[in-house]
């Protein structure tokens, strides 16, 4: 009988999100009356219509696909040499990023998992508490933690507490860590570091021969102008970081699925024997063997996120998100709940009113009102007490749930 990757076995229960759907399905069965009431605002996924200009591109590279003359088999694994200066130009100008150093993919939820195949064992992880579970469970699996504890933290991780306290930022920490995943806008709590922070960030990984994972998926949210919008933007990163960035959530691409990640060449990491040998080769390696590139058409409505018409419409989509954000927060903060995120970021990161734990106000939203949220347990133990509500959503279930949660609450 074949032997298994017995790390999965040291996974807790499932993933948060099947696991909510599964508690959704289990309700509606027993309930199937209030089947169509339920909104859900729990999972990040979008809502909105793709723009226009992503759908015009995305036909008109169908149409080459069905044209001898223009048709086009595999393409570059690292991606198509217009979308990656296009992100450049768009993303990154004035950074000293350069095409050859944008990696194009499928989703940065398989990118921030998939990073790890080309780090060694033993390296020290530092990962936020709360934080996106990818991160955690991808490292499991990896064979880099040991057990969970009852409250679902693996031995050998360094978990880095995000409370009100820091307003969830985490603070640089005094033991020496390898590799440190930061999320900025972050996901679950909707905090934004500033440049200080992450100077300071960047600060310690140099010191330490660390490198961050950084974490950008909702960087178009951002609406204050002094928070940085990459990692990059901060002086020495590029010896020290990788950016993550994706499509999904400005461009509405969950169900389309494109994503980028960017790695300097000045990046390295070293071989047991210390070693230095550049990240860049190692992913590059990594990219053409186990992946195909993402399809023309996909990159070619990725593209057009960049065009006039393109920039336009994100830009109302992102306005649509974060106006369900203000009204989440202004109804949460009219209830005389603590209220976190959702300004510079689609997810607004509620205390629970007094006395009830994460898990049974999901359980409370759901059968008394009928909505689906995410409890802040989910993403770690510093996360019990919270529940997060995603913005995704449109504006006429954002204002029914706020009636429903006054209804709920007060
Ligand atoms: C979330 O709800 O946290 C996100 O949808 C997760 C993701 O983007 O994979």
């Known amino acids: 009988m074949a032997t298994i990757n017995s790390n999965f076995l040291k996974l807790k229960a499932g993933y948060l999100f099947p696991e909510i759907s599964r508690r959704v ?12 009431r339920i909104i ?54 004035g950074l000293g990023i350069s095409a050859d150093e944008v990696f194009i993919s499928d989703g940065s939820k398989c990118d921030t998992g998939n990073i790890l195949d080309i780090f060694g064992k033993g390296n020290v992880i530092a990962i936020t508490d709360p934080v996106y579970p990818v991160y955690v469970d991808t490292n499991v699996m990896a064979g880099n933690t040991g057990e969970a504890d009852e409250n679902g933290a693996y031995d050998g991780l360094l978990y880095m507490p995000c409370t009100a306290e820091n307003n969830f930022v985490a603070d640089v920490p005094t033991e020496k860590a390898d590799l440190i995943y930061l999320c900025f806008p972050n996901n679950p709590t909707g905090a934004v570091a500033t440049r200080s922070q992450l100077a300071a960030w960047v600060k310690y990984a140099k010191a330490n021969d660390a490198i961050i994972l950084y974490d950008a998926a909702y960087e178009a949210f951002i609406q204050d102008d002094d928070v940085p919008h990459s990692i990059f933007e901060i002086e020495g990163a590029k010896d020290c970081a990788i950016e993550f960035r994706s ?25 047991a024997e210390g070693t230095p040998v550049p990240i860049h080769q190692l992913w590059s390696r990594r990219h053409s063997t186990k992946f195909n590139g993402a399809s023309y058409p996909v990159q070619k409505g990725a593209a057009a996120v960049f065009s006039e018409e393109g920039k336009k419409q994100v830009s109302a989509l992102i306005s649509h998100y974060m106006g369900n954000a203000k009204l989440f927060r202004e109804a949460c903060l009219a209830l005389g709940l603590s209220v976190f995120g959702g300004e510079n970021a689609p997810y607004v990161w509620v205390g629970c009113p007094e006395g ?51 209804a709920l609450i007060s």
């Not at 509606?28 to 089947?35: G, H, I, S, V």
């Not at 605002?41 to 591109?57: M, N, W, Y």
């Not at 019990?384 to 509500?389: D, S």
């Open 247 to 271: 499509f999904s959530k400005n461009g509405g691409f969950t169900g389309v699925r494109c994503a980028y990640t960017v790695i300097p060449k000045s990046l390295s990491g070293r071989t």
């Open 40 to 93: 859900r605002c729990g999972i990040g996924d979008v809502t909105e219509p793709l723009p226009s200009a992503v759908r015009e591109a995305m036909h008109s590279a169908v149409d080459e696909q069905g044209d001898r003359s223009s048709f086009k088999g595999y393409g570059p694994e690292q991606g198509y040499e217009f979308l990656r200066q296009a992100i450049v130009d768009n993303q990154f100008a």
């Open 25 to 36: 399905s289990a309700y509606t069965e027993a309930n199937p009356d209030k089947a169509a």
């Open 356 to 406: 009830i734990t994460s898990w049974q106000m999901f359980d409370k939203m759901l059968e008394e009102a009928q909505v689906v949220i995410t409890p802040g347990s989910g993403f770690g133990s510093a996360g019990e007490g919270y529940f997060r509500i995603s913005a995704f959503n449109s504006r006429e279930n954002v204002e029914e749930v706020c009636s429903r949660l006054k």
